[in-house]
């Protein structure tokens, strides 16, 4: 079956950074969506990042923009969430996942939409302190 695993998570000082990685297995990025998502305490799941794994092109909350990147090769099995000026709001646990094959995703509702990543990460704790 395949598999998604994150890794990178840690505490960190408001302001400070982290990268995250996202390694598959079972198939690459070449044809399939990749996003991250975060959940923190008593609140929803949220949308943060993603990247389409046919054009490259990239999607970001309006809540991380200018402060995430995320960057992947469509021939690797690994992509990355660099998080930078962190904020205590930000502390959450953050899954990678695969989206699917079809529907094909072709905008930005498509990619923030939770319900169509069919594979999902353990997660990895992101803690930002004040």
């Known amino acids: 079956q395949v598999q998604v695993v994150e890794s990178g998570g840690g505490l960190v000082q408001a302001g400070g950074s982290l990268r995250l990685s996202c390694a598959a297995s079972?198939?690459?990025?070449?044809?399939?969506?990749m996003g991250w998502f975060r959940q923190a305490p008593g609140k929803e799941r949220e949308f943060v990042a993603a990247?389409?794994?046919?054009?490259?092109?990239?999607y970001y909350a309006d809540s991380v923009k200018g402060r995430f990147t995320i960057s992947g090769d469509n021939g690797k099995t690994a992509v990355a969430l660099q998080m930078n000026s962190l904020k205590p709001d930000d502390t959450a646990v953050y899954y990678c996942?695969?989206?699917?094959?079809?529907?094909?995703?072709?905008?930005?509702?498509?990619?923030?939409?939770?319900?169509?990543?069919?594979?999902w990460g353990q997660g990895t704790q992101v803690t930002v302190s004040s």
């Open positions: 990247i389409s794994g046919s054009s490259g092109s990239t």
């Open positions: 996942a695969l989206g699917s094959r079809w529907p094909m995703f072709a905008s930005y509702s498509d990619y923030e939409a939770g319900g169509r990543y069919d594979v």
């Open positions: 079972g198939r690459t990025f070449s044809r399939y969506a």
